[in-house]
């Protein structure tokens, strides 16, 4: 009697099991808790900002059942997870604890996610494999598509993995076996150009990548229907070839656990990208800055309240027989009373040093700045041009290091490869990737859609990963659909997670004028705006040698490195280098005395060099020695090259390619005037653009953009004083 009667309670526990979609009652009282915990840790929260203890609050109200549920599904340390910063509940299921989330809210030194350096719910913890989260509204879904993209490549390249593990934070080269990425966001992120371009990139190339889209109504005081055609996003992506599309209500856990599971296996099962479109709600305004009851009626907000995840999943849990009254009174007092003592923690918690801010800007591990990249060349072979010596350097350096991909637009030979036994290759518009999709393959070099945003987005997802991106932009003049990319996520994510990730990698651009035709749009200068962005290296050569030592240190430094190949020098005769060898390696902030002189020194670089000579040989037929420093990395730069010439012939001549006003070179004279003022015989001065565009006809390119002569006359009024 006693085996029948156990195996009729294990029919009926399997029975039960059944229908609540093969989760037994320990995992559902689990979700419930958890689902408990966000909220009470959103109350604290909120409590404590209005006491003036910590300084921001938005909270994962509404949110909790699809978002616990989905973290029931993911697989701690092995899947990857972009979430946002209503997945509070998420991240407490796959492990993050609410002491280290109260200890972000506080801002404490021992915060896992950025050490005191991001607001409350910017969720990162490398033990989990989630990368720190930004500000923005959208960016991480073309991070999502290169974390995925990695997945796929570690699956065909185990020698970059096995490489990746040995480079600086080596322990975040990570792979699993049928691993998946997730991202999340709401309704009005969607509204951004990165999730669409993200679905492109992900449905191209069935992607293991999991999208939750939390729509909770409104993005911020923005209601659905205003913010989406039709006011749903699931009808909108359904005609995407091989996406898995679902609907379902996330306010209910277990509709929510059957849809996100069959969507989970989707995407394990490598069939390509899935998207669930999940109505919460959020019964909390925006953010404590925010105030919901200006813009939401009083019935409206009545009825997301009968909504709330956590008490319709309180009652289904008693009607089910699951818990009773006092078994959940029991519960969320013991919640409370984590809450608390968490609490508690935080605010007793060490904050960060005053001096601890500049920790982390730049990679600890590898200074690029530094005597070991300074190396001898081992001149062979025939002469090469400056594009020549792009491409050389890039085949060694692929075939040393098997982390590199090179993408971009038209960078491959020839996306459809059963058209490369007839055709030559296309290798880029200037050709400095020909022949590498032949050499290393289709994974390894391939073309992207034209979508700036998305490649940089896309290398920051692998490059998290461990892989060492190499894109293409392919004129700097279209770099700016690029710029949040850049600006916001690139070069913040080793500062902003206080050195637990990283993005290192090249971006290479083709920059400058002197075109004789390019006009407006191919002709832009800017790399002002890039050195005034911490957290990236920017370098720009002007010879092929140059090109060849600063390339190599790029790609083999841990940092972000914006690579300015100037289209003006790309096939010069003057610039020419044999090869100087594969281990050729020329440190960043080194600039190169390009001619002795002793009257007046110039400082410049890139296409403004060999102008600077010209006008300098001129000078000597004159009886007046220029000394002229190539500077070549723009961040950092020579400030003891500068400074020595400066001493040397006490008079300086900044030129410049960019527009006069609040250009590079503005900043360099500053400096020189500022710090070096005793030294001067004379003014700095600046030679530089126009403050106009660049047009197309070639007498007034001529004038707009500096000239030799401008030089000339520069130095004899200088030597005046």
């Known amino acids: 009697m006693a085996v029948q009667t156990r195996v009729k309670v294990a029919k009926t526990e399997a029975s039960k099991n059944e229908k ?143 490489q990746a593990k040995k480079a600086p934070l080596g322990e975040l080269a990570k792979y699993g076996a049928d691993e998946i990425v997730y991202v999340s966001s709401g309704d009005g992120a969607t509204s951004e150009g990165e999730f669409w371009e993200s679905l492109n990139a992900a449905c191209i190339k069935k992607l293991p990548l999991l999208y939750l889209v ?11 229907e205003v913010q989406t055609a039709g006011a749903s996003i699931a009808k909108l992506v359904k005609s995407f070839p091989g996406l898995h599309v679902a609907e379902v209500d996330g306010t209910d856990p277990m509709e929510s656990y059957l849809v996100c599971q069959e969507a989970v296996n989707y995407c394990r099962e490598r069939r390509g990208p899935a998207l669930i479109h999940a109505k919460v709600t959020r019964p909390y305004s925006h953010s404590l800055s925010d105030d919901e009851k200006l813009y ?66 730049y990679s600890p591990d590898v200074d690029p700045t530094s005597a070991a990249f300074a190396a001898e060349p081992h001149l062979h072979g025939a002469q090469k041009t400056m594009v020549e ?90 770099i700016w659909p690029a710029m949040m990319q850049i600006r916001d996520e690139l070069c913040t994510l080793r500062w902003r997670s206080n050195g637990s990730f990283k993005c290192p990698m090249v971006i290479r651009v083709a920059i400058g004028g002197y075109l ?21 290296r920017v370098v720009m050569p002007s010879t092929a040698l140059d090109v060849a030592g600063l390339l190599r240190t790029a790609i083999r430094c841990d940092d972000p490195v914006m690579f300015l190949e100037h289209k003006h020098l790309y096939r010069q005769p003057y610039n020419r280098s044999e090869y100087p060898g594969p281990d050729f390696t020329i440190p960043f902030g080194k600039g190169r005395v390009v001619k002795e002189g002793t009257d007046v020194s110039i400082v410049t670089y890139g296409a403004f060099v060999h102008r600077a000579e010209v006008a300098a040989a001129q000078l000597q037929r004159e009886g007046i020695s220029a000394e002229i420093l190539d500077l070549r990395s723009l961040s950092p730069y020579d400030w003891d090259g500068i400074c020595a010439t400066v001493r040397k012939t006490h008079r300086v001549i900044v030129a410049y390619e960019d527009m006069l006003s609040w250009g590079y070179g503005a900043e360099l004279a500053a400096r020189i005037a500022d710090e070096l003022f005793g030294e001067l015989d004379g003014p700095v001065k600046r030679i530089a653009a126009t403050d106009t565009f660049c047009a197309y ?22 030597l005046e004083y």
Not at 33 to 42: E, F, G, P, V
Not at 516 to 536: C, K, R
Request: hydrophobic share 35%.
């Open 20 to 162: 609540y979609g093969g989760l037994g009652r320990d995992t559902l009282i689990r979700l419930y808790r958890t689902m408990y915990l966000s909220r009470k840790l959103d109350d604290r929260e909120i409590q404590l900002k209005r006491q003036n203890k910590i300084y921001f609050q938005i909270s994962s109200a509404g949110h909790e059942a699809v978002t616990a549920v989905m973290g029931l599904l993911l697989r701690p340390g092995v899947d990857w997870v972009y979430p946002y910063y209503r997945d509070r509940a998420l991240c407490l299921m796959l492990g993050v604890t609410p002491l280290e989330m109260l200890l972000q809210a506080v801002g404490a030194k021992d915060d896992p996610s950025s050490g005191g350096r991001q607001m409350p719910s910017h969720f990162g913890h490398p033990r989990f494999n989630i990368p720190s989260k930004s500000s923005c509204t959208g960016t991480q879904f073309v991070h999502a598509v290169g974390a995925a993209e990695a997945t796929l490549y570690y699956e065909q390249h185990p020698k970059a993995l096995a």
């Open 214 to 224: 939390e729509d909770n109504g409104y993005a911020i005081s923005v209601p659905v």
């Open 296 to 361: 939401k009626s009083p019935d409206e907000r009545e009825g997301e309240a009968h909504r709330d995840p956590l008490s319709k999943y309180a009652l289904f849990l008693v009607r089910e027989g699951l818990l009773d009254q006092k078994q959940i009174e029991a519960i969320e007092a013991q919640v409370e009373h984590e809450v608390r003592q968490a609490a508690d923690q935080a605010l007793a918690a060490e904050p960060p040093a005053v001096e601890s801010i500049y920790d982390n800007m």
């Open 389 to 478: 010596m792009v491409s050389a350097t890039l085949n060694d350096e692929m075939s040393r290091d098997e982390r590199i991909t090179v993408f971009g637009e038209d960078v491959a030979d020839a996306s459809r490869e059963e058209n490369l036994k007839e055709v030559k290759g296309k290798g880029g518009v200037f050709k400095a990737t020909a022949g590498l999709q032949r050499k290393y393959g289709s994974t390894r070099v391939f073309n992207t859609p034209l979508a700036e945003a998305s490649i940089v987005g896309r290398a920051i997802g692998m490059a998290t990963r461990g892989l060492k991106p190499v894109p293409e932009i392919q004129f700097f003049d279209y």
């Open 516 to 536: 004789t035709g390019g006009a407006i749009y191919h002709s832009q200068s800017g790399e002002s705006i890039f050195t005034h962005t911490p957290g990236m």
């Open 697 to 718: 006809q070639p007498k007034l390119e001529d004038a707009i953009l500096p000239q030799s002569d401008a030089v000339v006359a520069a130095v004899k009024q200088l």
